[in-house]
């Protein structure tokens, strides 16, 4: 076995689960969002577990926890390895080895860019690294609530209440 056919399974997850994870989400809710009382709520994003949320200070600001992003990555990568490793045995036996090589250097690549991104979003101040989405005050993170799954909606998405997982207005009893 050489070691592209060992190694490109590996880079066309990676690359697969940090592109996947930027364009789908699962908004979070928390009981804030049925009583907005003094001001906007904002929802909680990230997929299968939140780590960002815009923080409503500045515009372009998002508070970011960098140490849940990695374990969300890793979580995605453990799914979706073995789905992407049996693809890759049944589809690349015939291939050239150049095109192996190269379908192997594009996930690295891909997922080079993809990391490159977010530090130059760390570094430029858009996302602010966080221990936790928390705010006292208001919500913590054992609060948050999944509402729905789909697309990043927007810069700073409006949070969406829910009266499923809050039937009294309330998380804390």
């Known amino acids: 076995m050489s070691w592209v056919d060992r190694y490109a399974p590996v880079a066309l997850t990676a690359c697969l689960v940090v592109w996947l994870e930027s ?3 699962v908004e ?3 009981p804030y969002c ?9 929802a909680a994003q990230g997929f299968p577990l939140p780590y960002w949320m815009w923080n ?3 515009s372009l600001e998002h508070d970011f926890l960098p140490h849940i992003y990695v374990l969300d990555l890793i979580i995605l990568f453990l799914l979706a390895f073995p ?3 049996w693809l890759w045995n049944r589809t690349a ?3 050239p080895m150049w095109l192996k090589g190269s379908l192997a250097a594009l996930g690295t690549s891909a997922f080079a860019v993809h990391i490159a991104l977010t530090i130059l979003m760390i570094t430029m101040g858009w996302f602010q690294p966080a221990m936790s989405l928390e705010h006292s005050e208001y919500y913590r993170y054992s609060d948050l609530r999944p509402v729905r799954i789909g ?3 927007s ?3 409006d949070c969406t209440p829910s009266r499923f997982w809050f039937p009294n207005g309330s998380g804390r009893n």
């Open 23 to 25: 364009f789908f989400t």
């Open 28 to 30: 979070w809710t928390y």
């Open 34 to 42: 049925l009583d907005q009382a003094d001001g906007p709520a904002y």
């Open 56 to 58: 409503g200070v500045v």
């Open 83 to 85: 789905f992407v490793r």
């Open 93 to 95: 036996l015939g291939l």
């Open 151 to 153: 697309l990043y909606r």
């Open 155 to 157: 810069n700073a998405p």
